[in-house]
């Protein structure tokens, strides 16, 4: 959904911006998963596009980039309304391997000055919580790969407003966060959480922020483009769980997360609106808890 102009025109408030970093390979499949959820609220939204200065894109045609996104360096002068940081295919790696860890590091620590509320996405969740925590990713024997039932631990959350008291969420990684580790975080609460796959959405009000390890954004066919693809290479792959009807990879995949992704994302985007200042230098300035 995207707003008419001569209906943004009409409307006597500003518009919220809100920036994605976006780390992942294919940068328009994800960057438009993002955009058709925050793009479904009826505020006025600027959605600015930025990648890592220095990383180039090896999967996104040049002039692409080009034309819709701007290096963190030539944005960092700005304040952001929310910031999502996606994943990245690199769970891998150690975090101060990433050859952009340095630049992470410095987008991280400027989220507490010029960003209102962050939003940590899989891996990009993982670099946050191990950024201000020191929360550690760990390896799993096999992926994580399907979709799973989570528990809505925190009904009376207003990031949880209108969830019911089970979701399905798609889950793809090879790496999980343990939930013991987040207990020792002062003021962190998990609001949803699996049994088989553990903490899935943490509230960290310190630092303003929200993280994720799962992907409400998928589309129903991005867990069977990351099937086919792995049977293509020979990639020992298990059949995503809870995906397929009756499993059978010849068939349709369901789409069982949809509401509770854009339920989600648009209470991010309500909460954000309720709490940030509307004159946009003060923020930063503001108290930790986004309605303190």
């Known amino acids: 959904m995207v707003m008419s102009q001569h209906h943004a025109d009409k409307q006597d408030i500003r518009p919220l911006r809100i920036g994605l970093l976006n780390l992942m390979p294919k940068k328009i499949q994800t960057e438009t998963q993002f955009a058709r959820l925050i793009g479904a609220v009826p505020l006025q939204i600027e959605l600015v596009l930025i990648r890592m200065s220095e990383h180039q894109s090896k999967n996104t ?4 980039m080009e034309s819709f996104y701007q290096s963190f360096q030539d944005i960092k002068h700005m304040k952001f309304d929310g910031l999502i940081i996606t994943g990245a295919p690199i769970e891998h790696l150690e975090f101060e391997d990433v050859t952009y860890w340095d630049e992470l590091k410095e987008v991280m620590d400027w989220t507490q000055t010029n960003v209102h509320s962050t939003f940590g996405v899989c891996w990009g969740a993982m670099a946050l919580a191990y950024h201000f925590h020191g929360i550690k990713k760990h390896l799993l024997d096999q992926k994580a790969f399907g979709c799973f039932k989570h528990q809505n631990l925190h009904q009376s959350s207003p990031y949880l407003r209108g969830f019911s008291d ?15 580790e987040f207990d020792q975080v002062p003021n962190a609460r998990t609001l949803l959480g699996s049994d088989e796959v553990g903490p899935a959405l943490v ?4 630092r303003r922020a929200l993280y994720i390890f799962n992907h409400f954004e998928y589309d129903s066919g991005t867990l069977k483009q990351e099937y086919d693809r792995d049977i293509a290479n020979g990639t020992p792959i298990n059949i995503p769980c809870n ?9 349709p995949p369901i789409n069982r997360w949809r509401s509770h992704a854009h339920l989600l994302y648009g209470n991010w ?6 709490t940030t200042p509307f004159d946009m230098d003060q923020i930063g300035q503001t108290t930790s808890d986004l309605r303190g």
């Open 61 to 64: 045609p040049a002039d692409h």
């Open 269 to 274: 985007i309500s909460e954000i609106y309720l």
């Open 166 to 180: 089970e979701c399905v969420i798609p889950v793809s990684r090879w790496t999980e966060m343990h939930q013991n």
């Open 243 to 251: 995906y397929y009807p009756d499993d059978d990879p010849s068939r």
């Open 203 to 206: 509230e960290d009000p310190d």
